[in-house]
């Protein structure tokens, strides 16, 4: 049974490129979540989706970053216009359910350089 | 607003000796907490949880952690200290109320002395 997979596991953008994250989740897990990691710090919730619905995005800042999971297909994070600061680790977790006491299953990670 | 502090942000420990990791909580009501252990460029794996119960846990690799309600807490132990256990230690908070997100601690460093 494969985990939750991410790929690229590594990213190079230049300032003002797009960055898109992907997200497989785990064999029967419908609820996915992204967190970031910036150097130094814990995790940070982004976001958490559903298929084909976003439930809590009140981590995700307001401007160039979205995601979406289809309904067929991977989970994705988009990033436009990319800026240094948005030098990471992104990672993404699924879970059976989207309650408190769910155990989410971590991918090995994104990690986004903006040179 | 919730949170979730882990004070020591490096500890060293030698090998065989006993660890604990501190992490306190803020939050009105009993949370769901989780322990996670990250390894160098490498995911979080989920070393114990406690939801109910018991309010001692244990968990893979020998961990154990104990919640204390009075002191908001739930610290992670582990009696003897092996060298592959360096890495950094998450503790996070799933709240009742919300939808599943978990919030993090700042994390630990653990570094191992032979």
């Known amino acids: 049974n494969a985990g939750v997979m991410q790929n690229p596991r590594h990213l190079v953008r230049r300032r003002g490129q797009e960055a898109r994250l992907r997200c497989s989740p785990m064999?029967?897990?419908?609820?996915v979540y992204w967190y970031r990691q910036l150097p130094e710090e814990g995790l940070k919730f982004m976001v958490y989706l559903q298929k084909e619905n976003i439930i809590d995005e009140s981590g995700m800042p307001k401007e160039r970053f979205s995601a979406e999971f289809p309904k067929e297909g991977p989970s994705i994070l988009r990033i436009q216009q990319v800026v240094r600061g948005d030098s990471a680790a992104y990672f993404c977790a699924s879970s059976r359910t989207g309650t408190g006491d769910n155990e989410q299953f971590f991918g090995p990670g994104t990690r986004l350089t903006v040179l | 607003a919730q949170s979730v502090t882990q004070p020591d942000i490096h500890i060293t420990v030698s090998e065989g000796a006993s660890l604990e990791l501190r992490c306190n909580y803020s939050y009105g009501a009993t949370p769901y907490l989780f322990w996670y252990v990250q390894s160098p460029g490498q995911g979080l794996q989920l070393l114990l949880k406690y939801f109910s119960g018991d309010t001692l846990v244990q968990g893979i690799k020998g961990f154990e952690a104990e919640f204390k309600r009075s002191q908001s807490s739930f610290n992670l132990r582990k009696p003897s200290v092996h060298w592959s256990d360096a890495a950094e230690y998450f503790c996070?908070?799933?709240?009742?109320?919300?939808?599943?997100?978990?919030?993090f601690g700042q994390g630990t460093t653990l570094q191992v002395k032979p």
């Open positions: 996070a908070v799933g709240l009742s109320s919300n939808t599943g997100k978990l919030i």
């Open positions: 064999k029967g897990h419908s609820h």
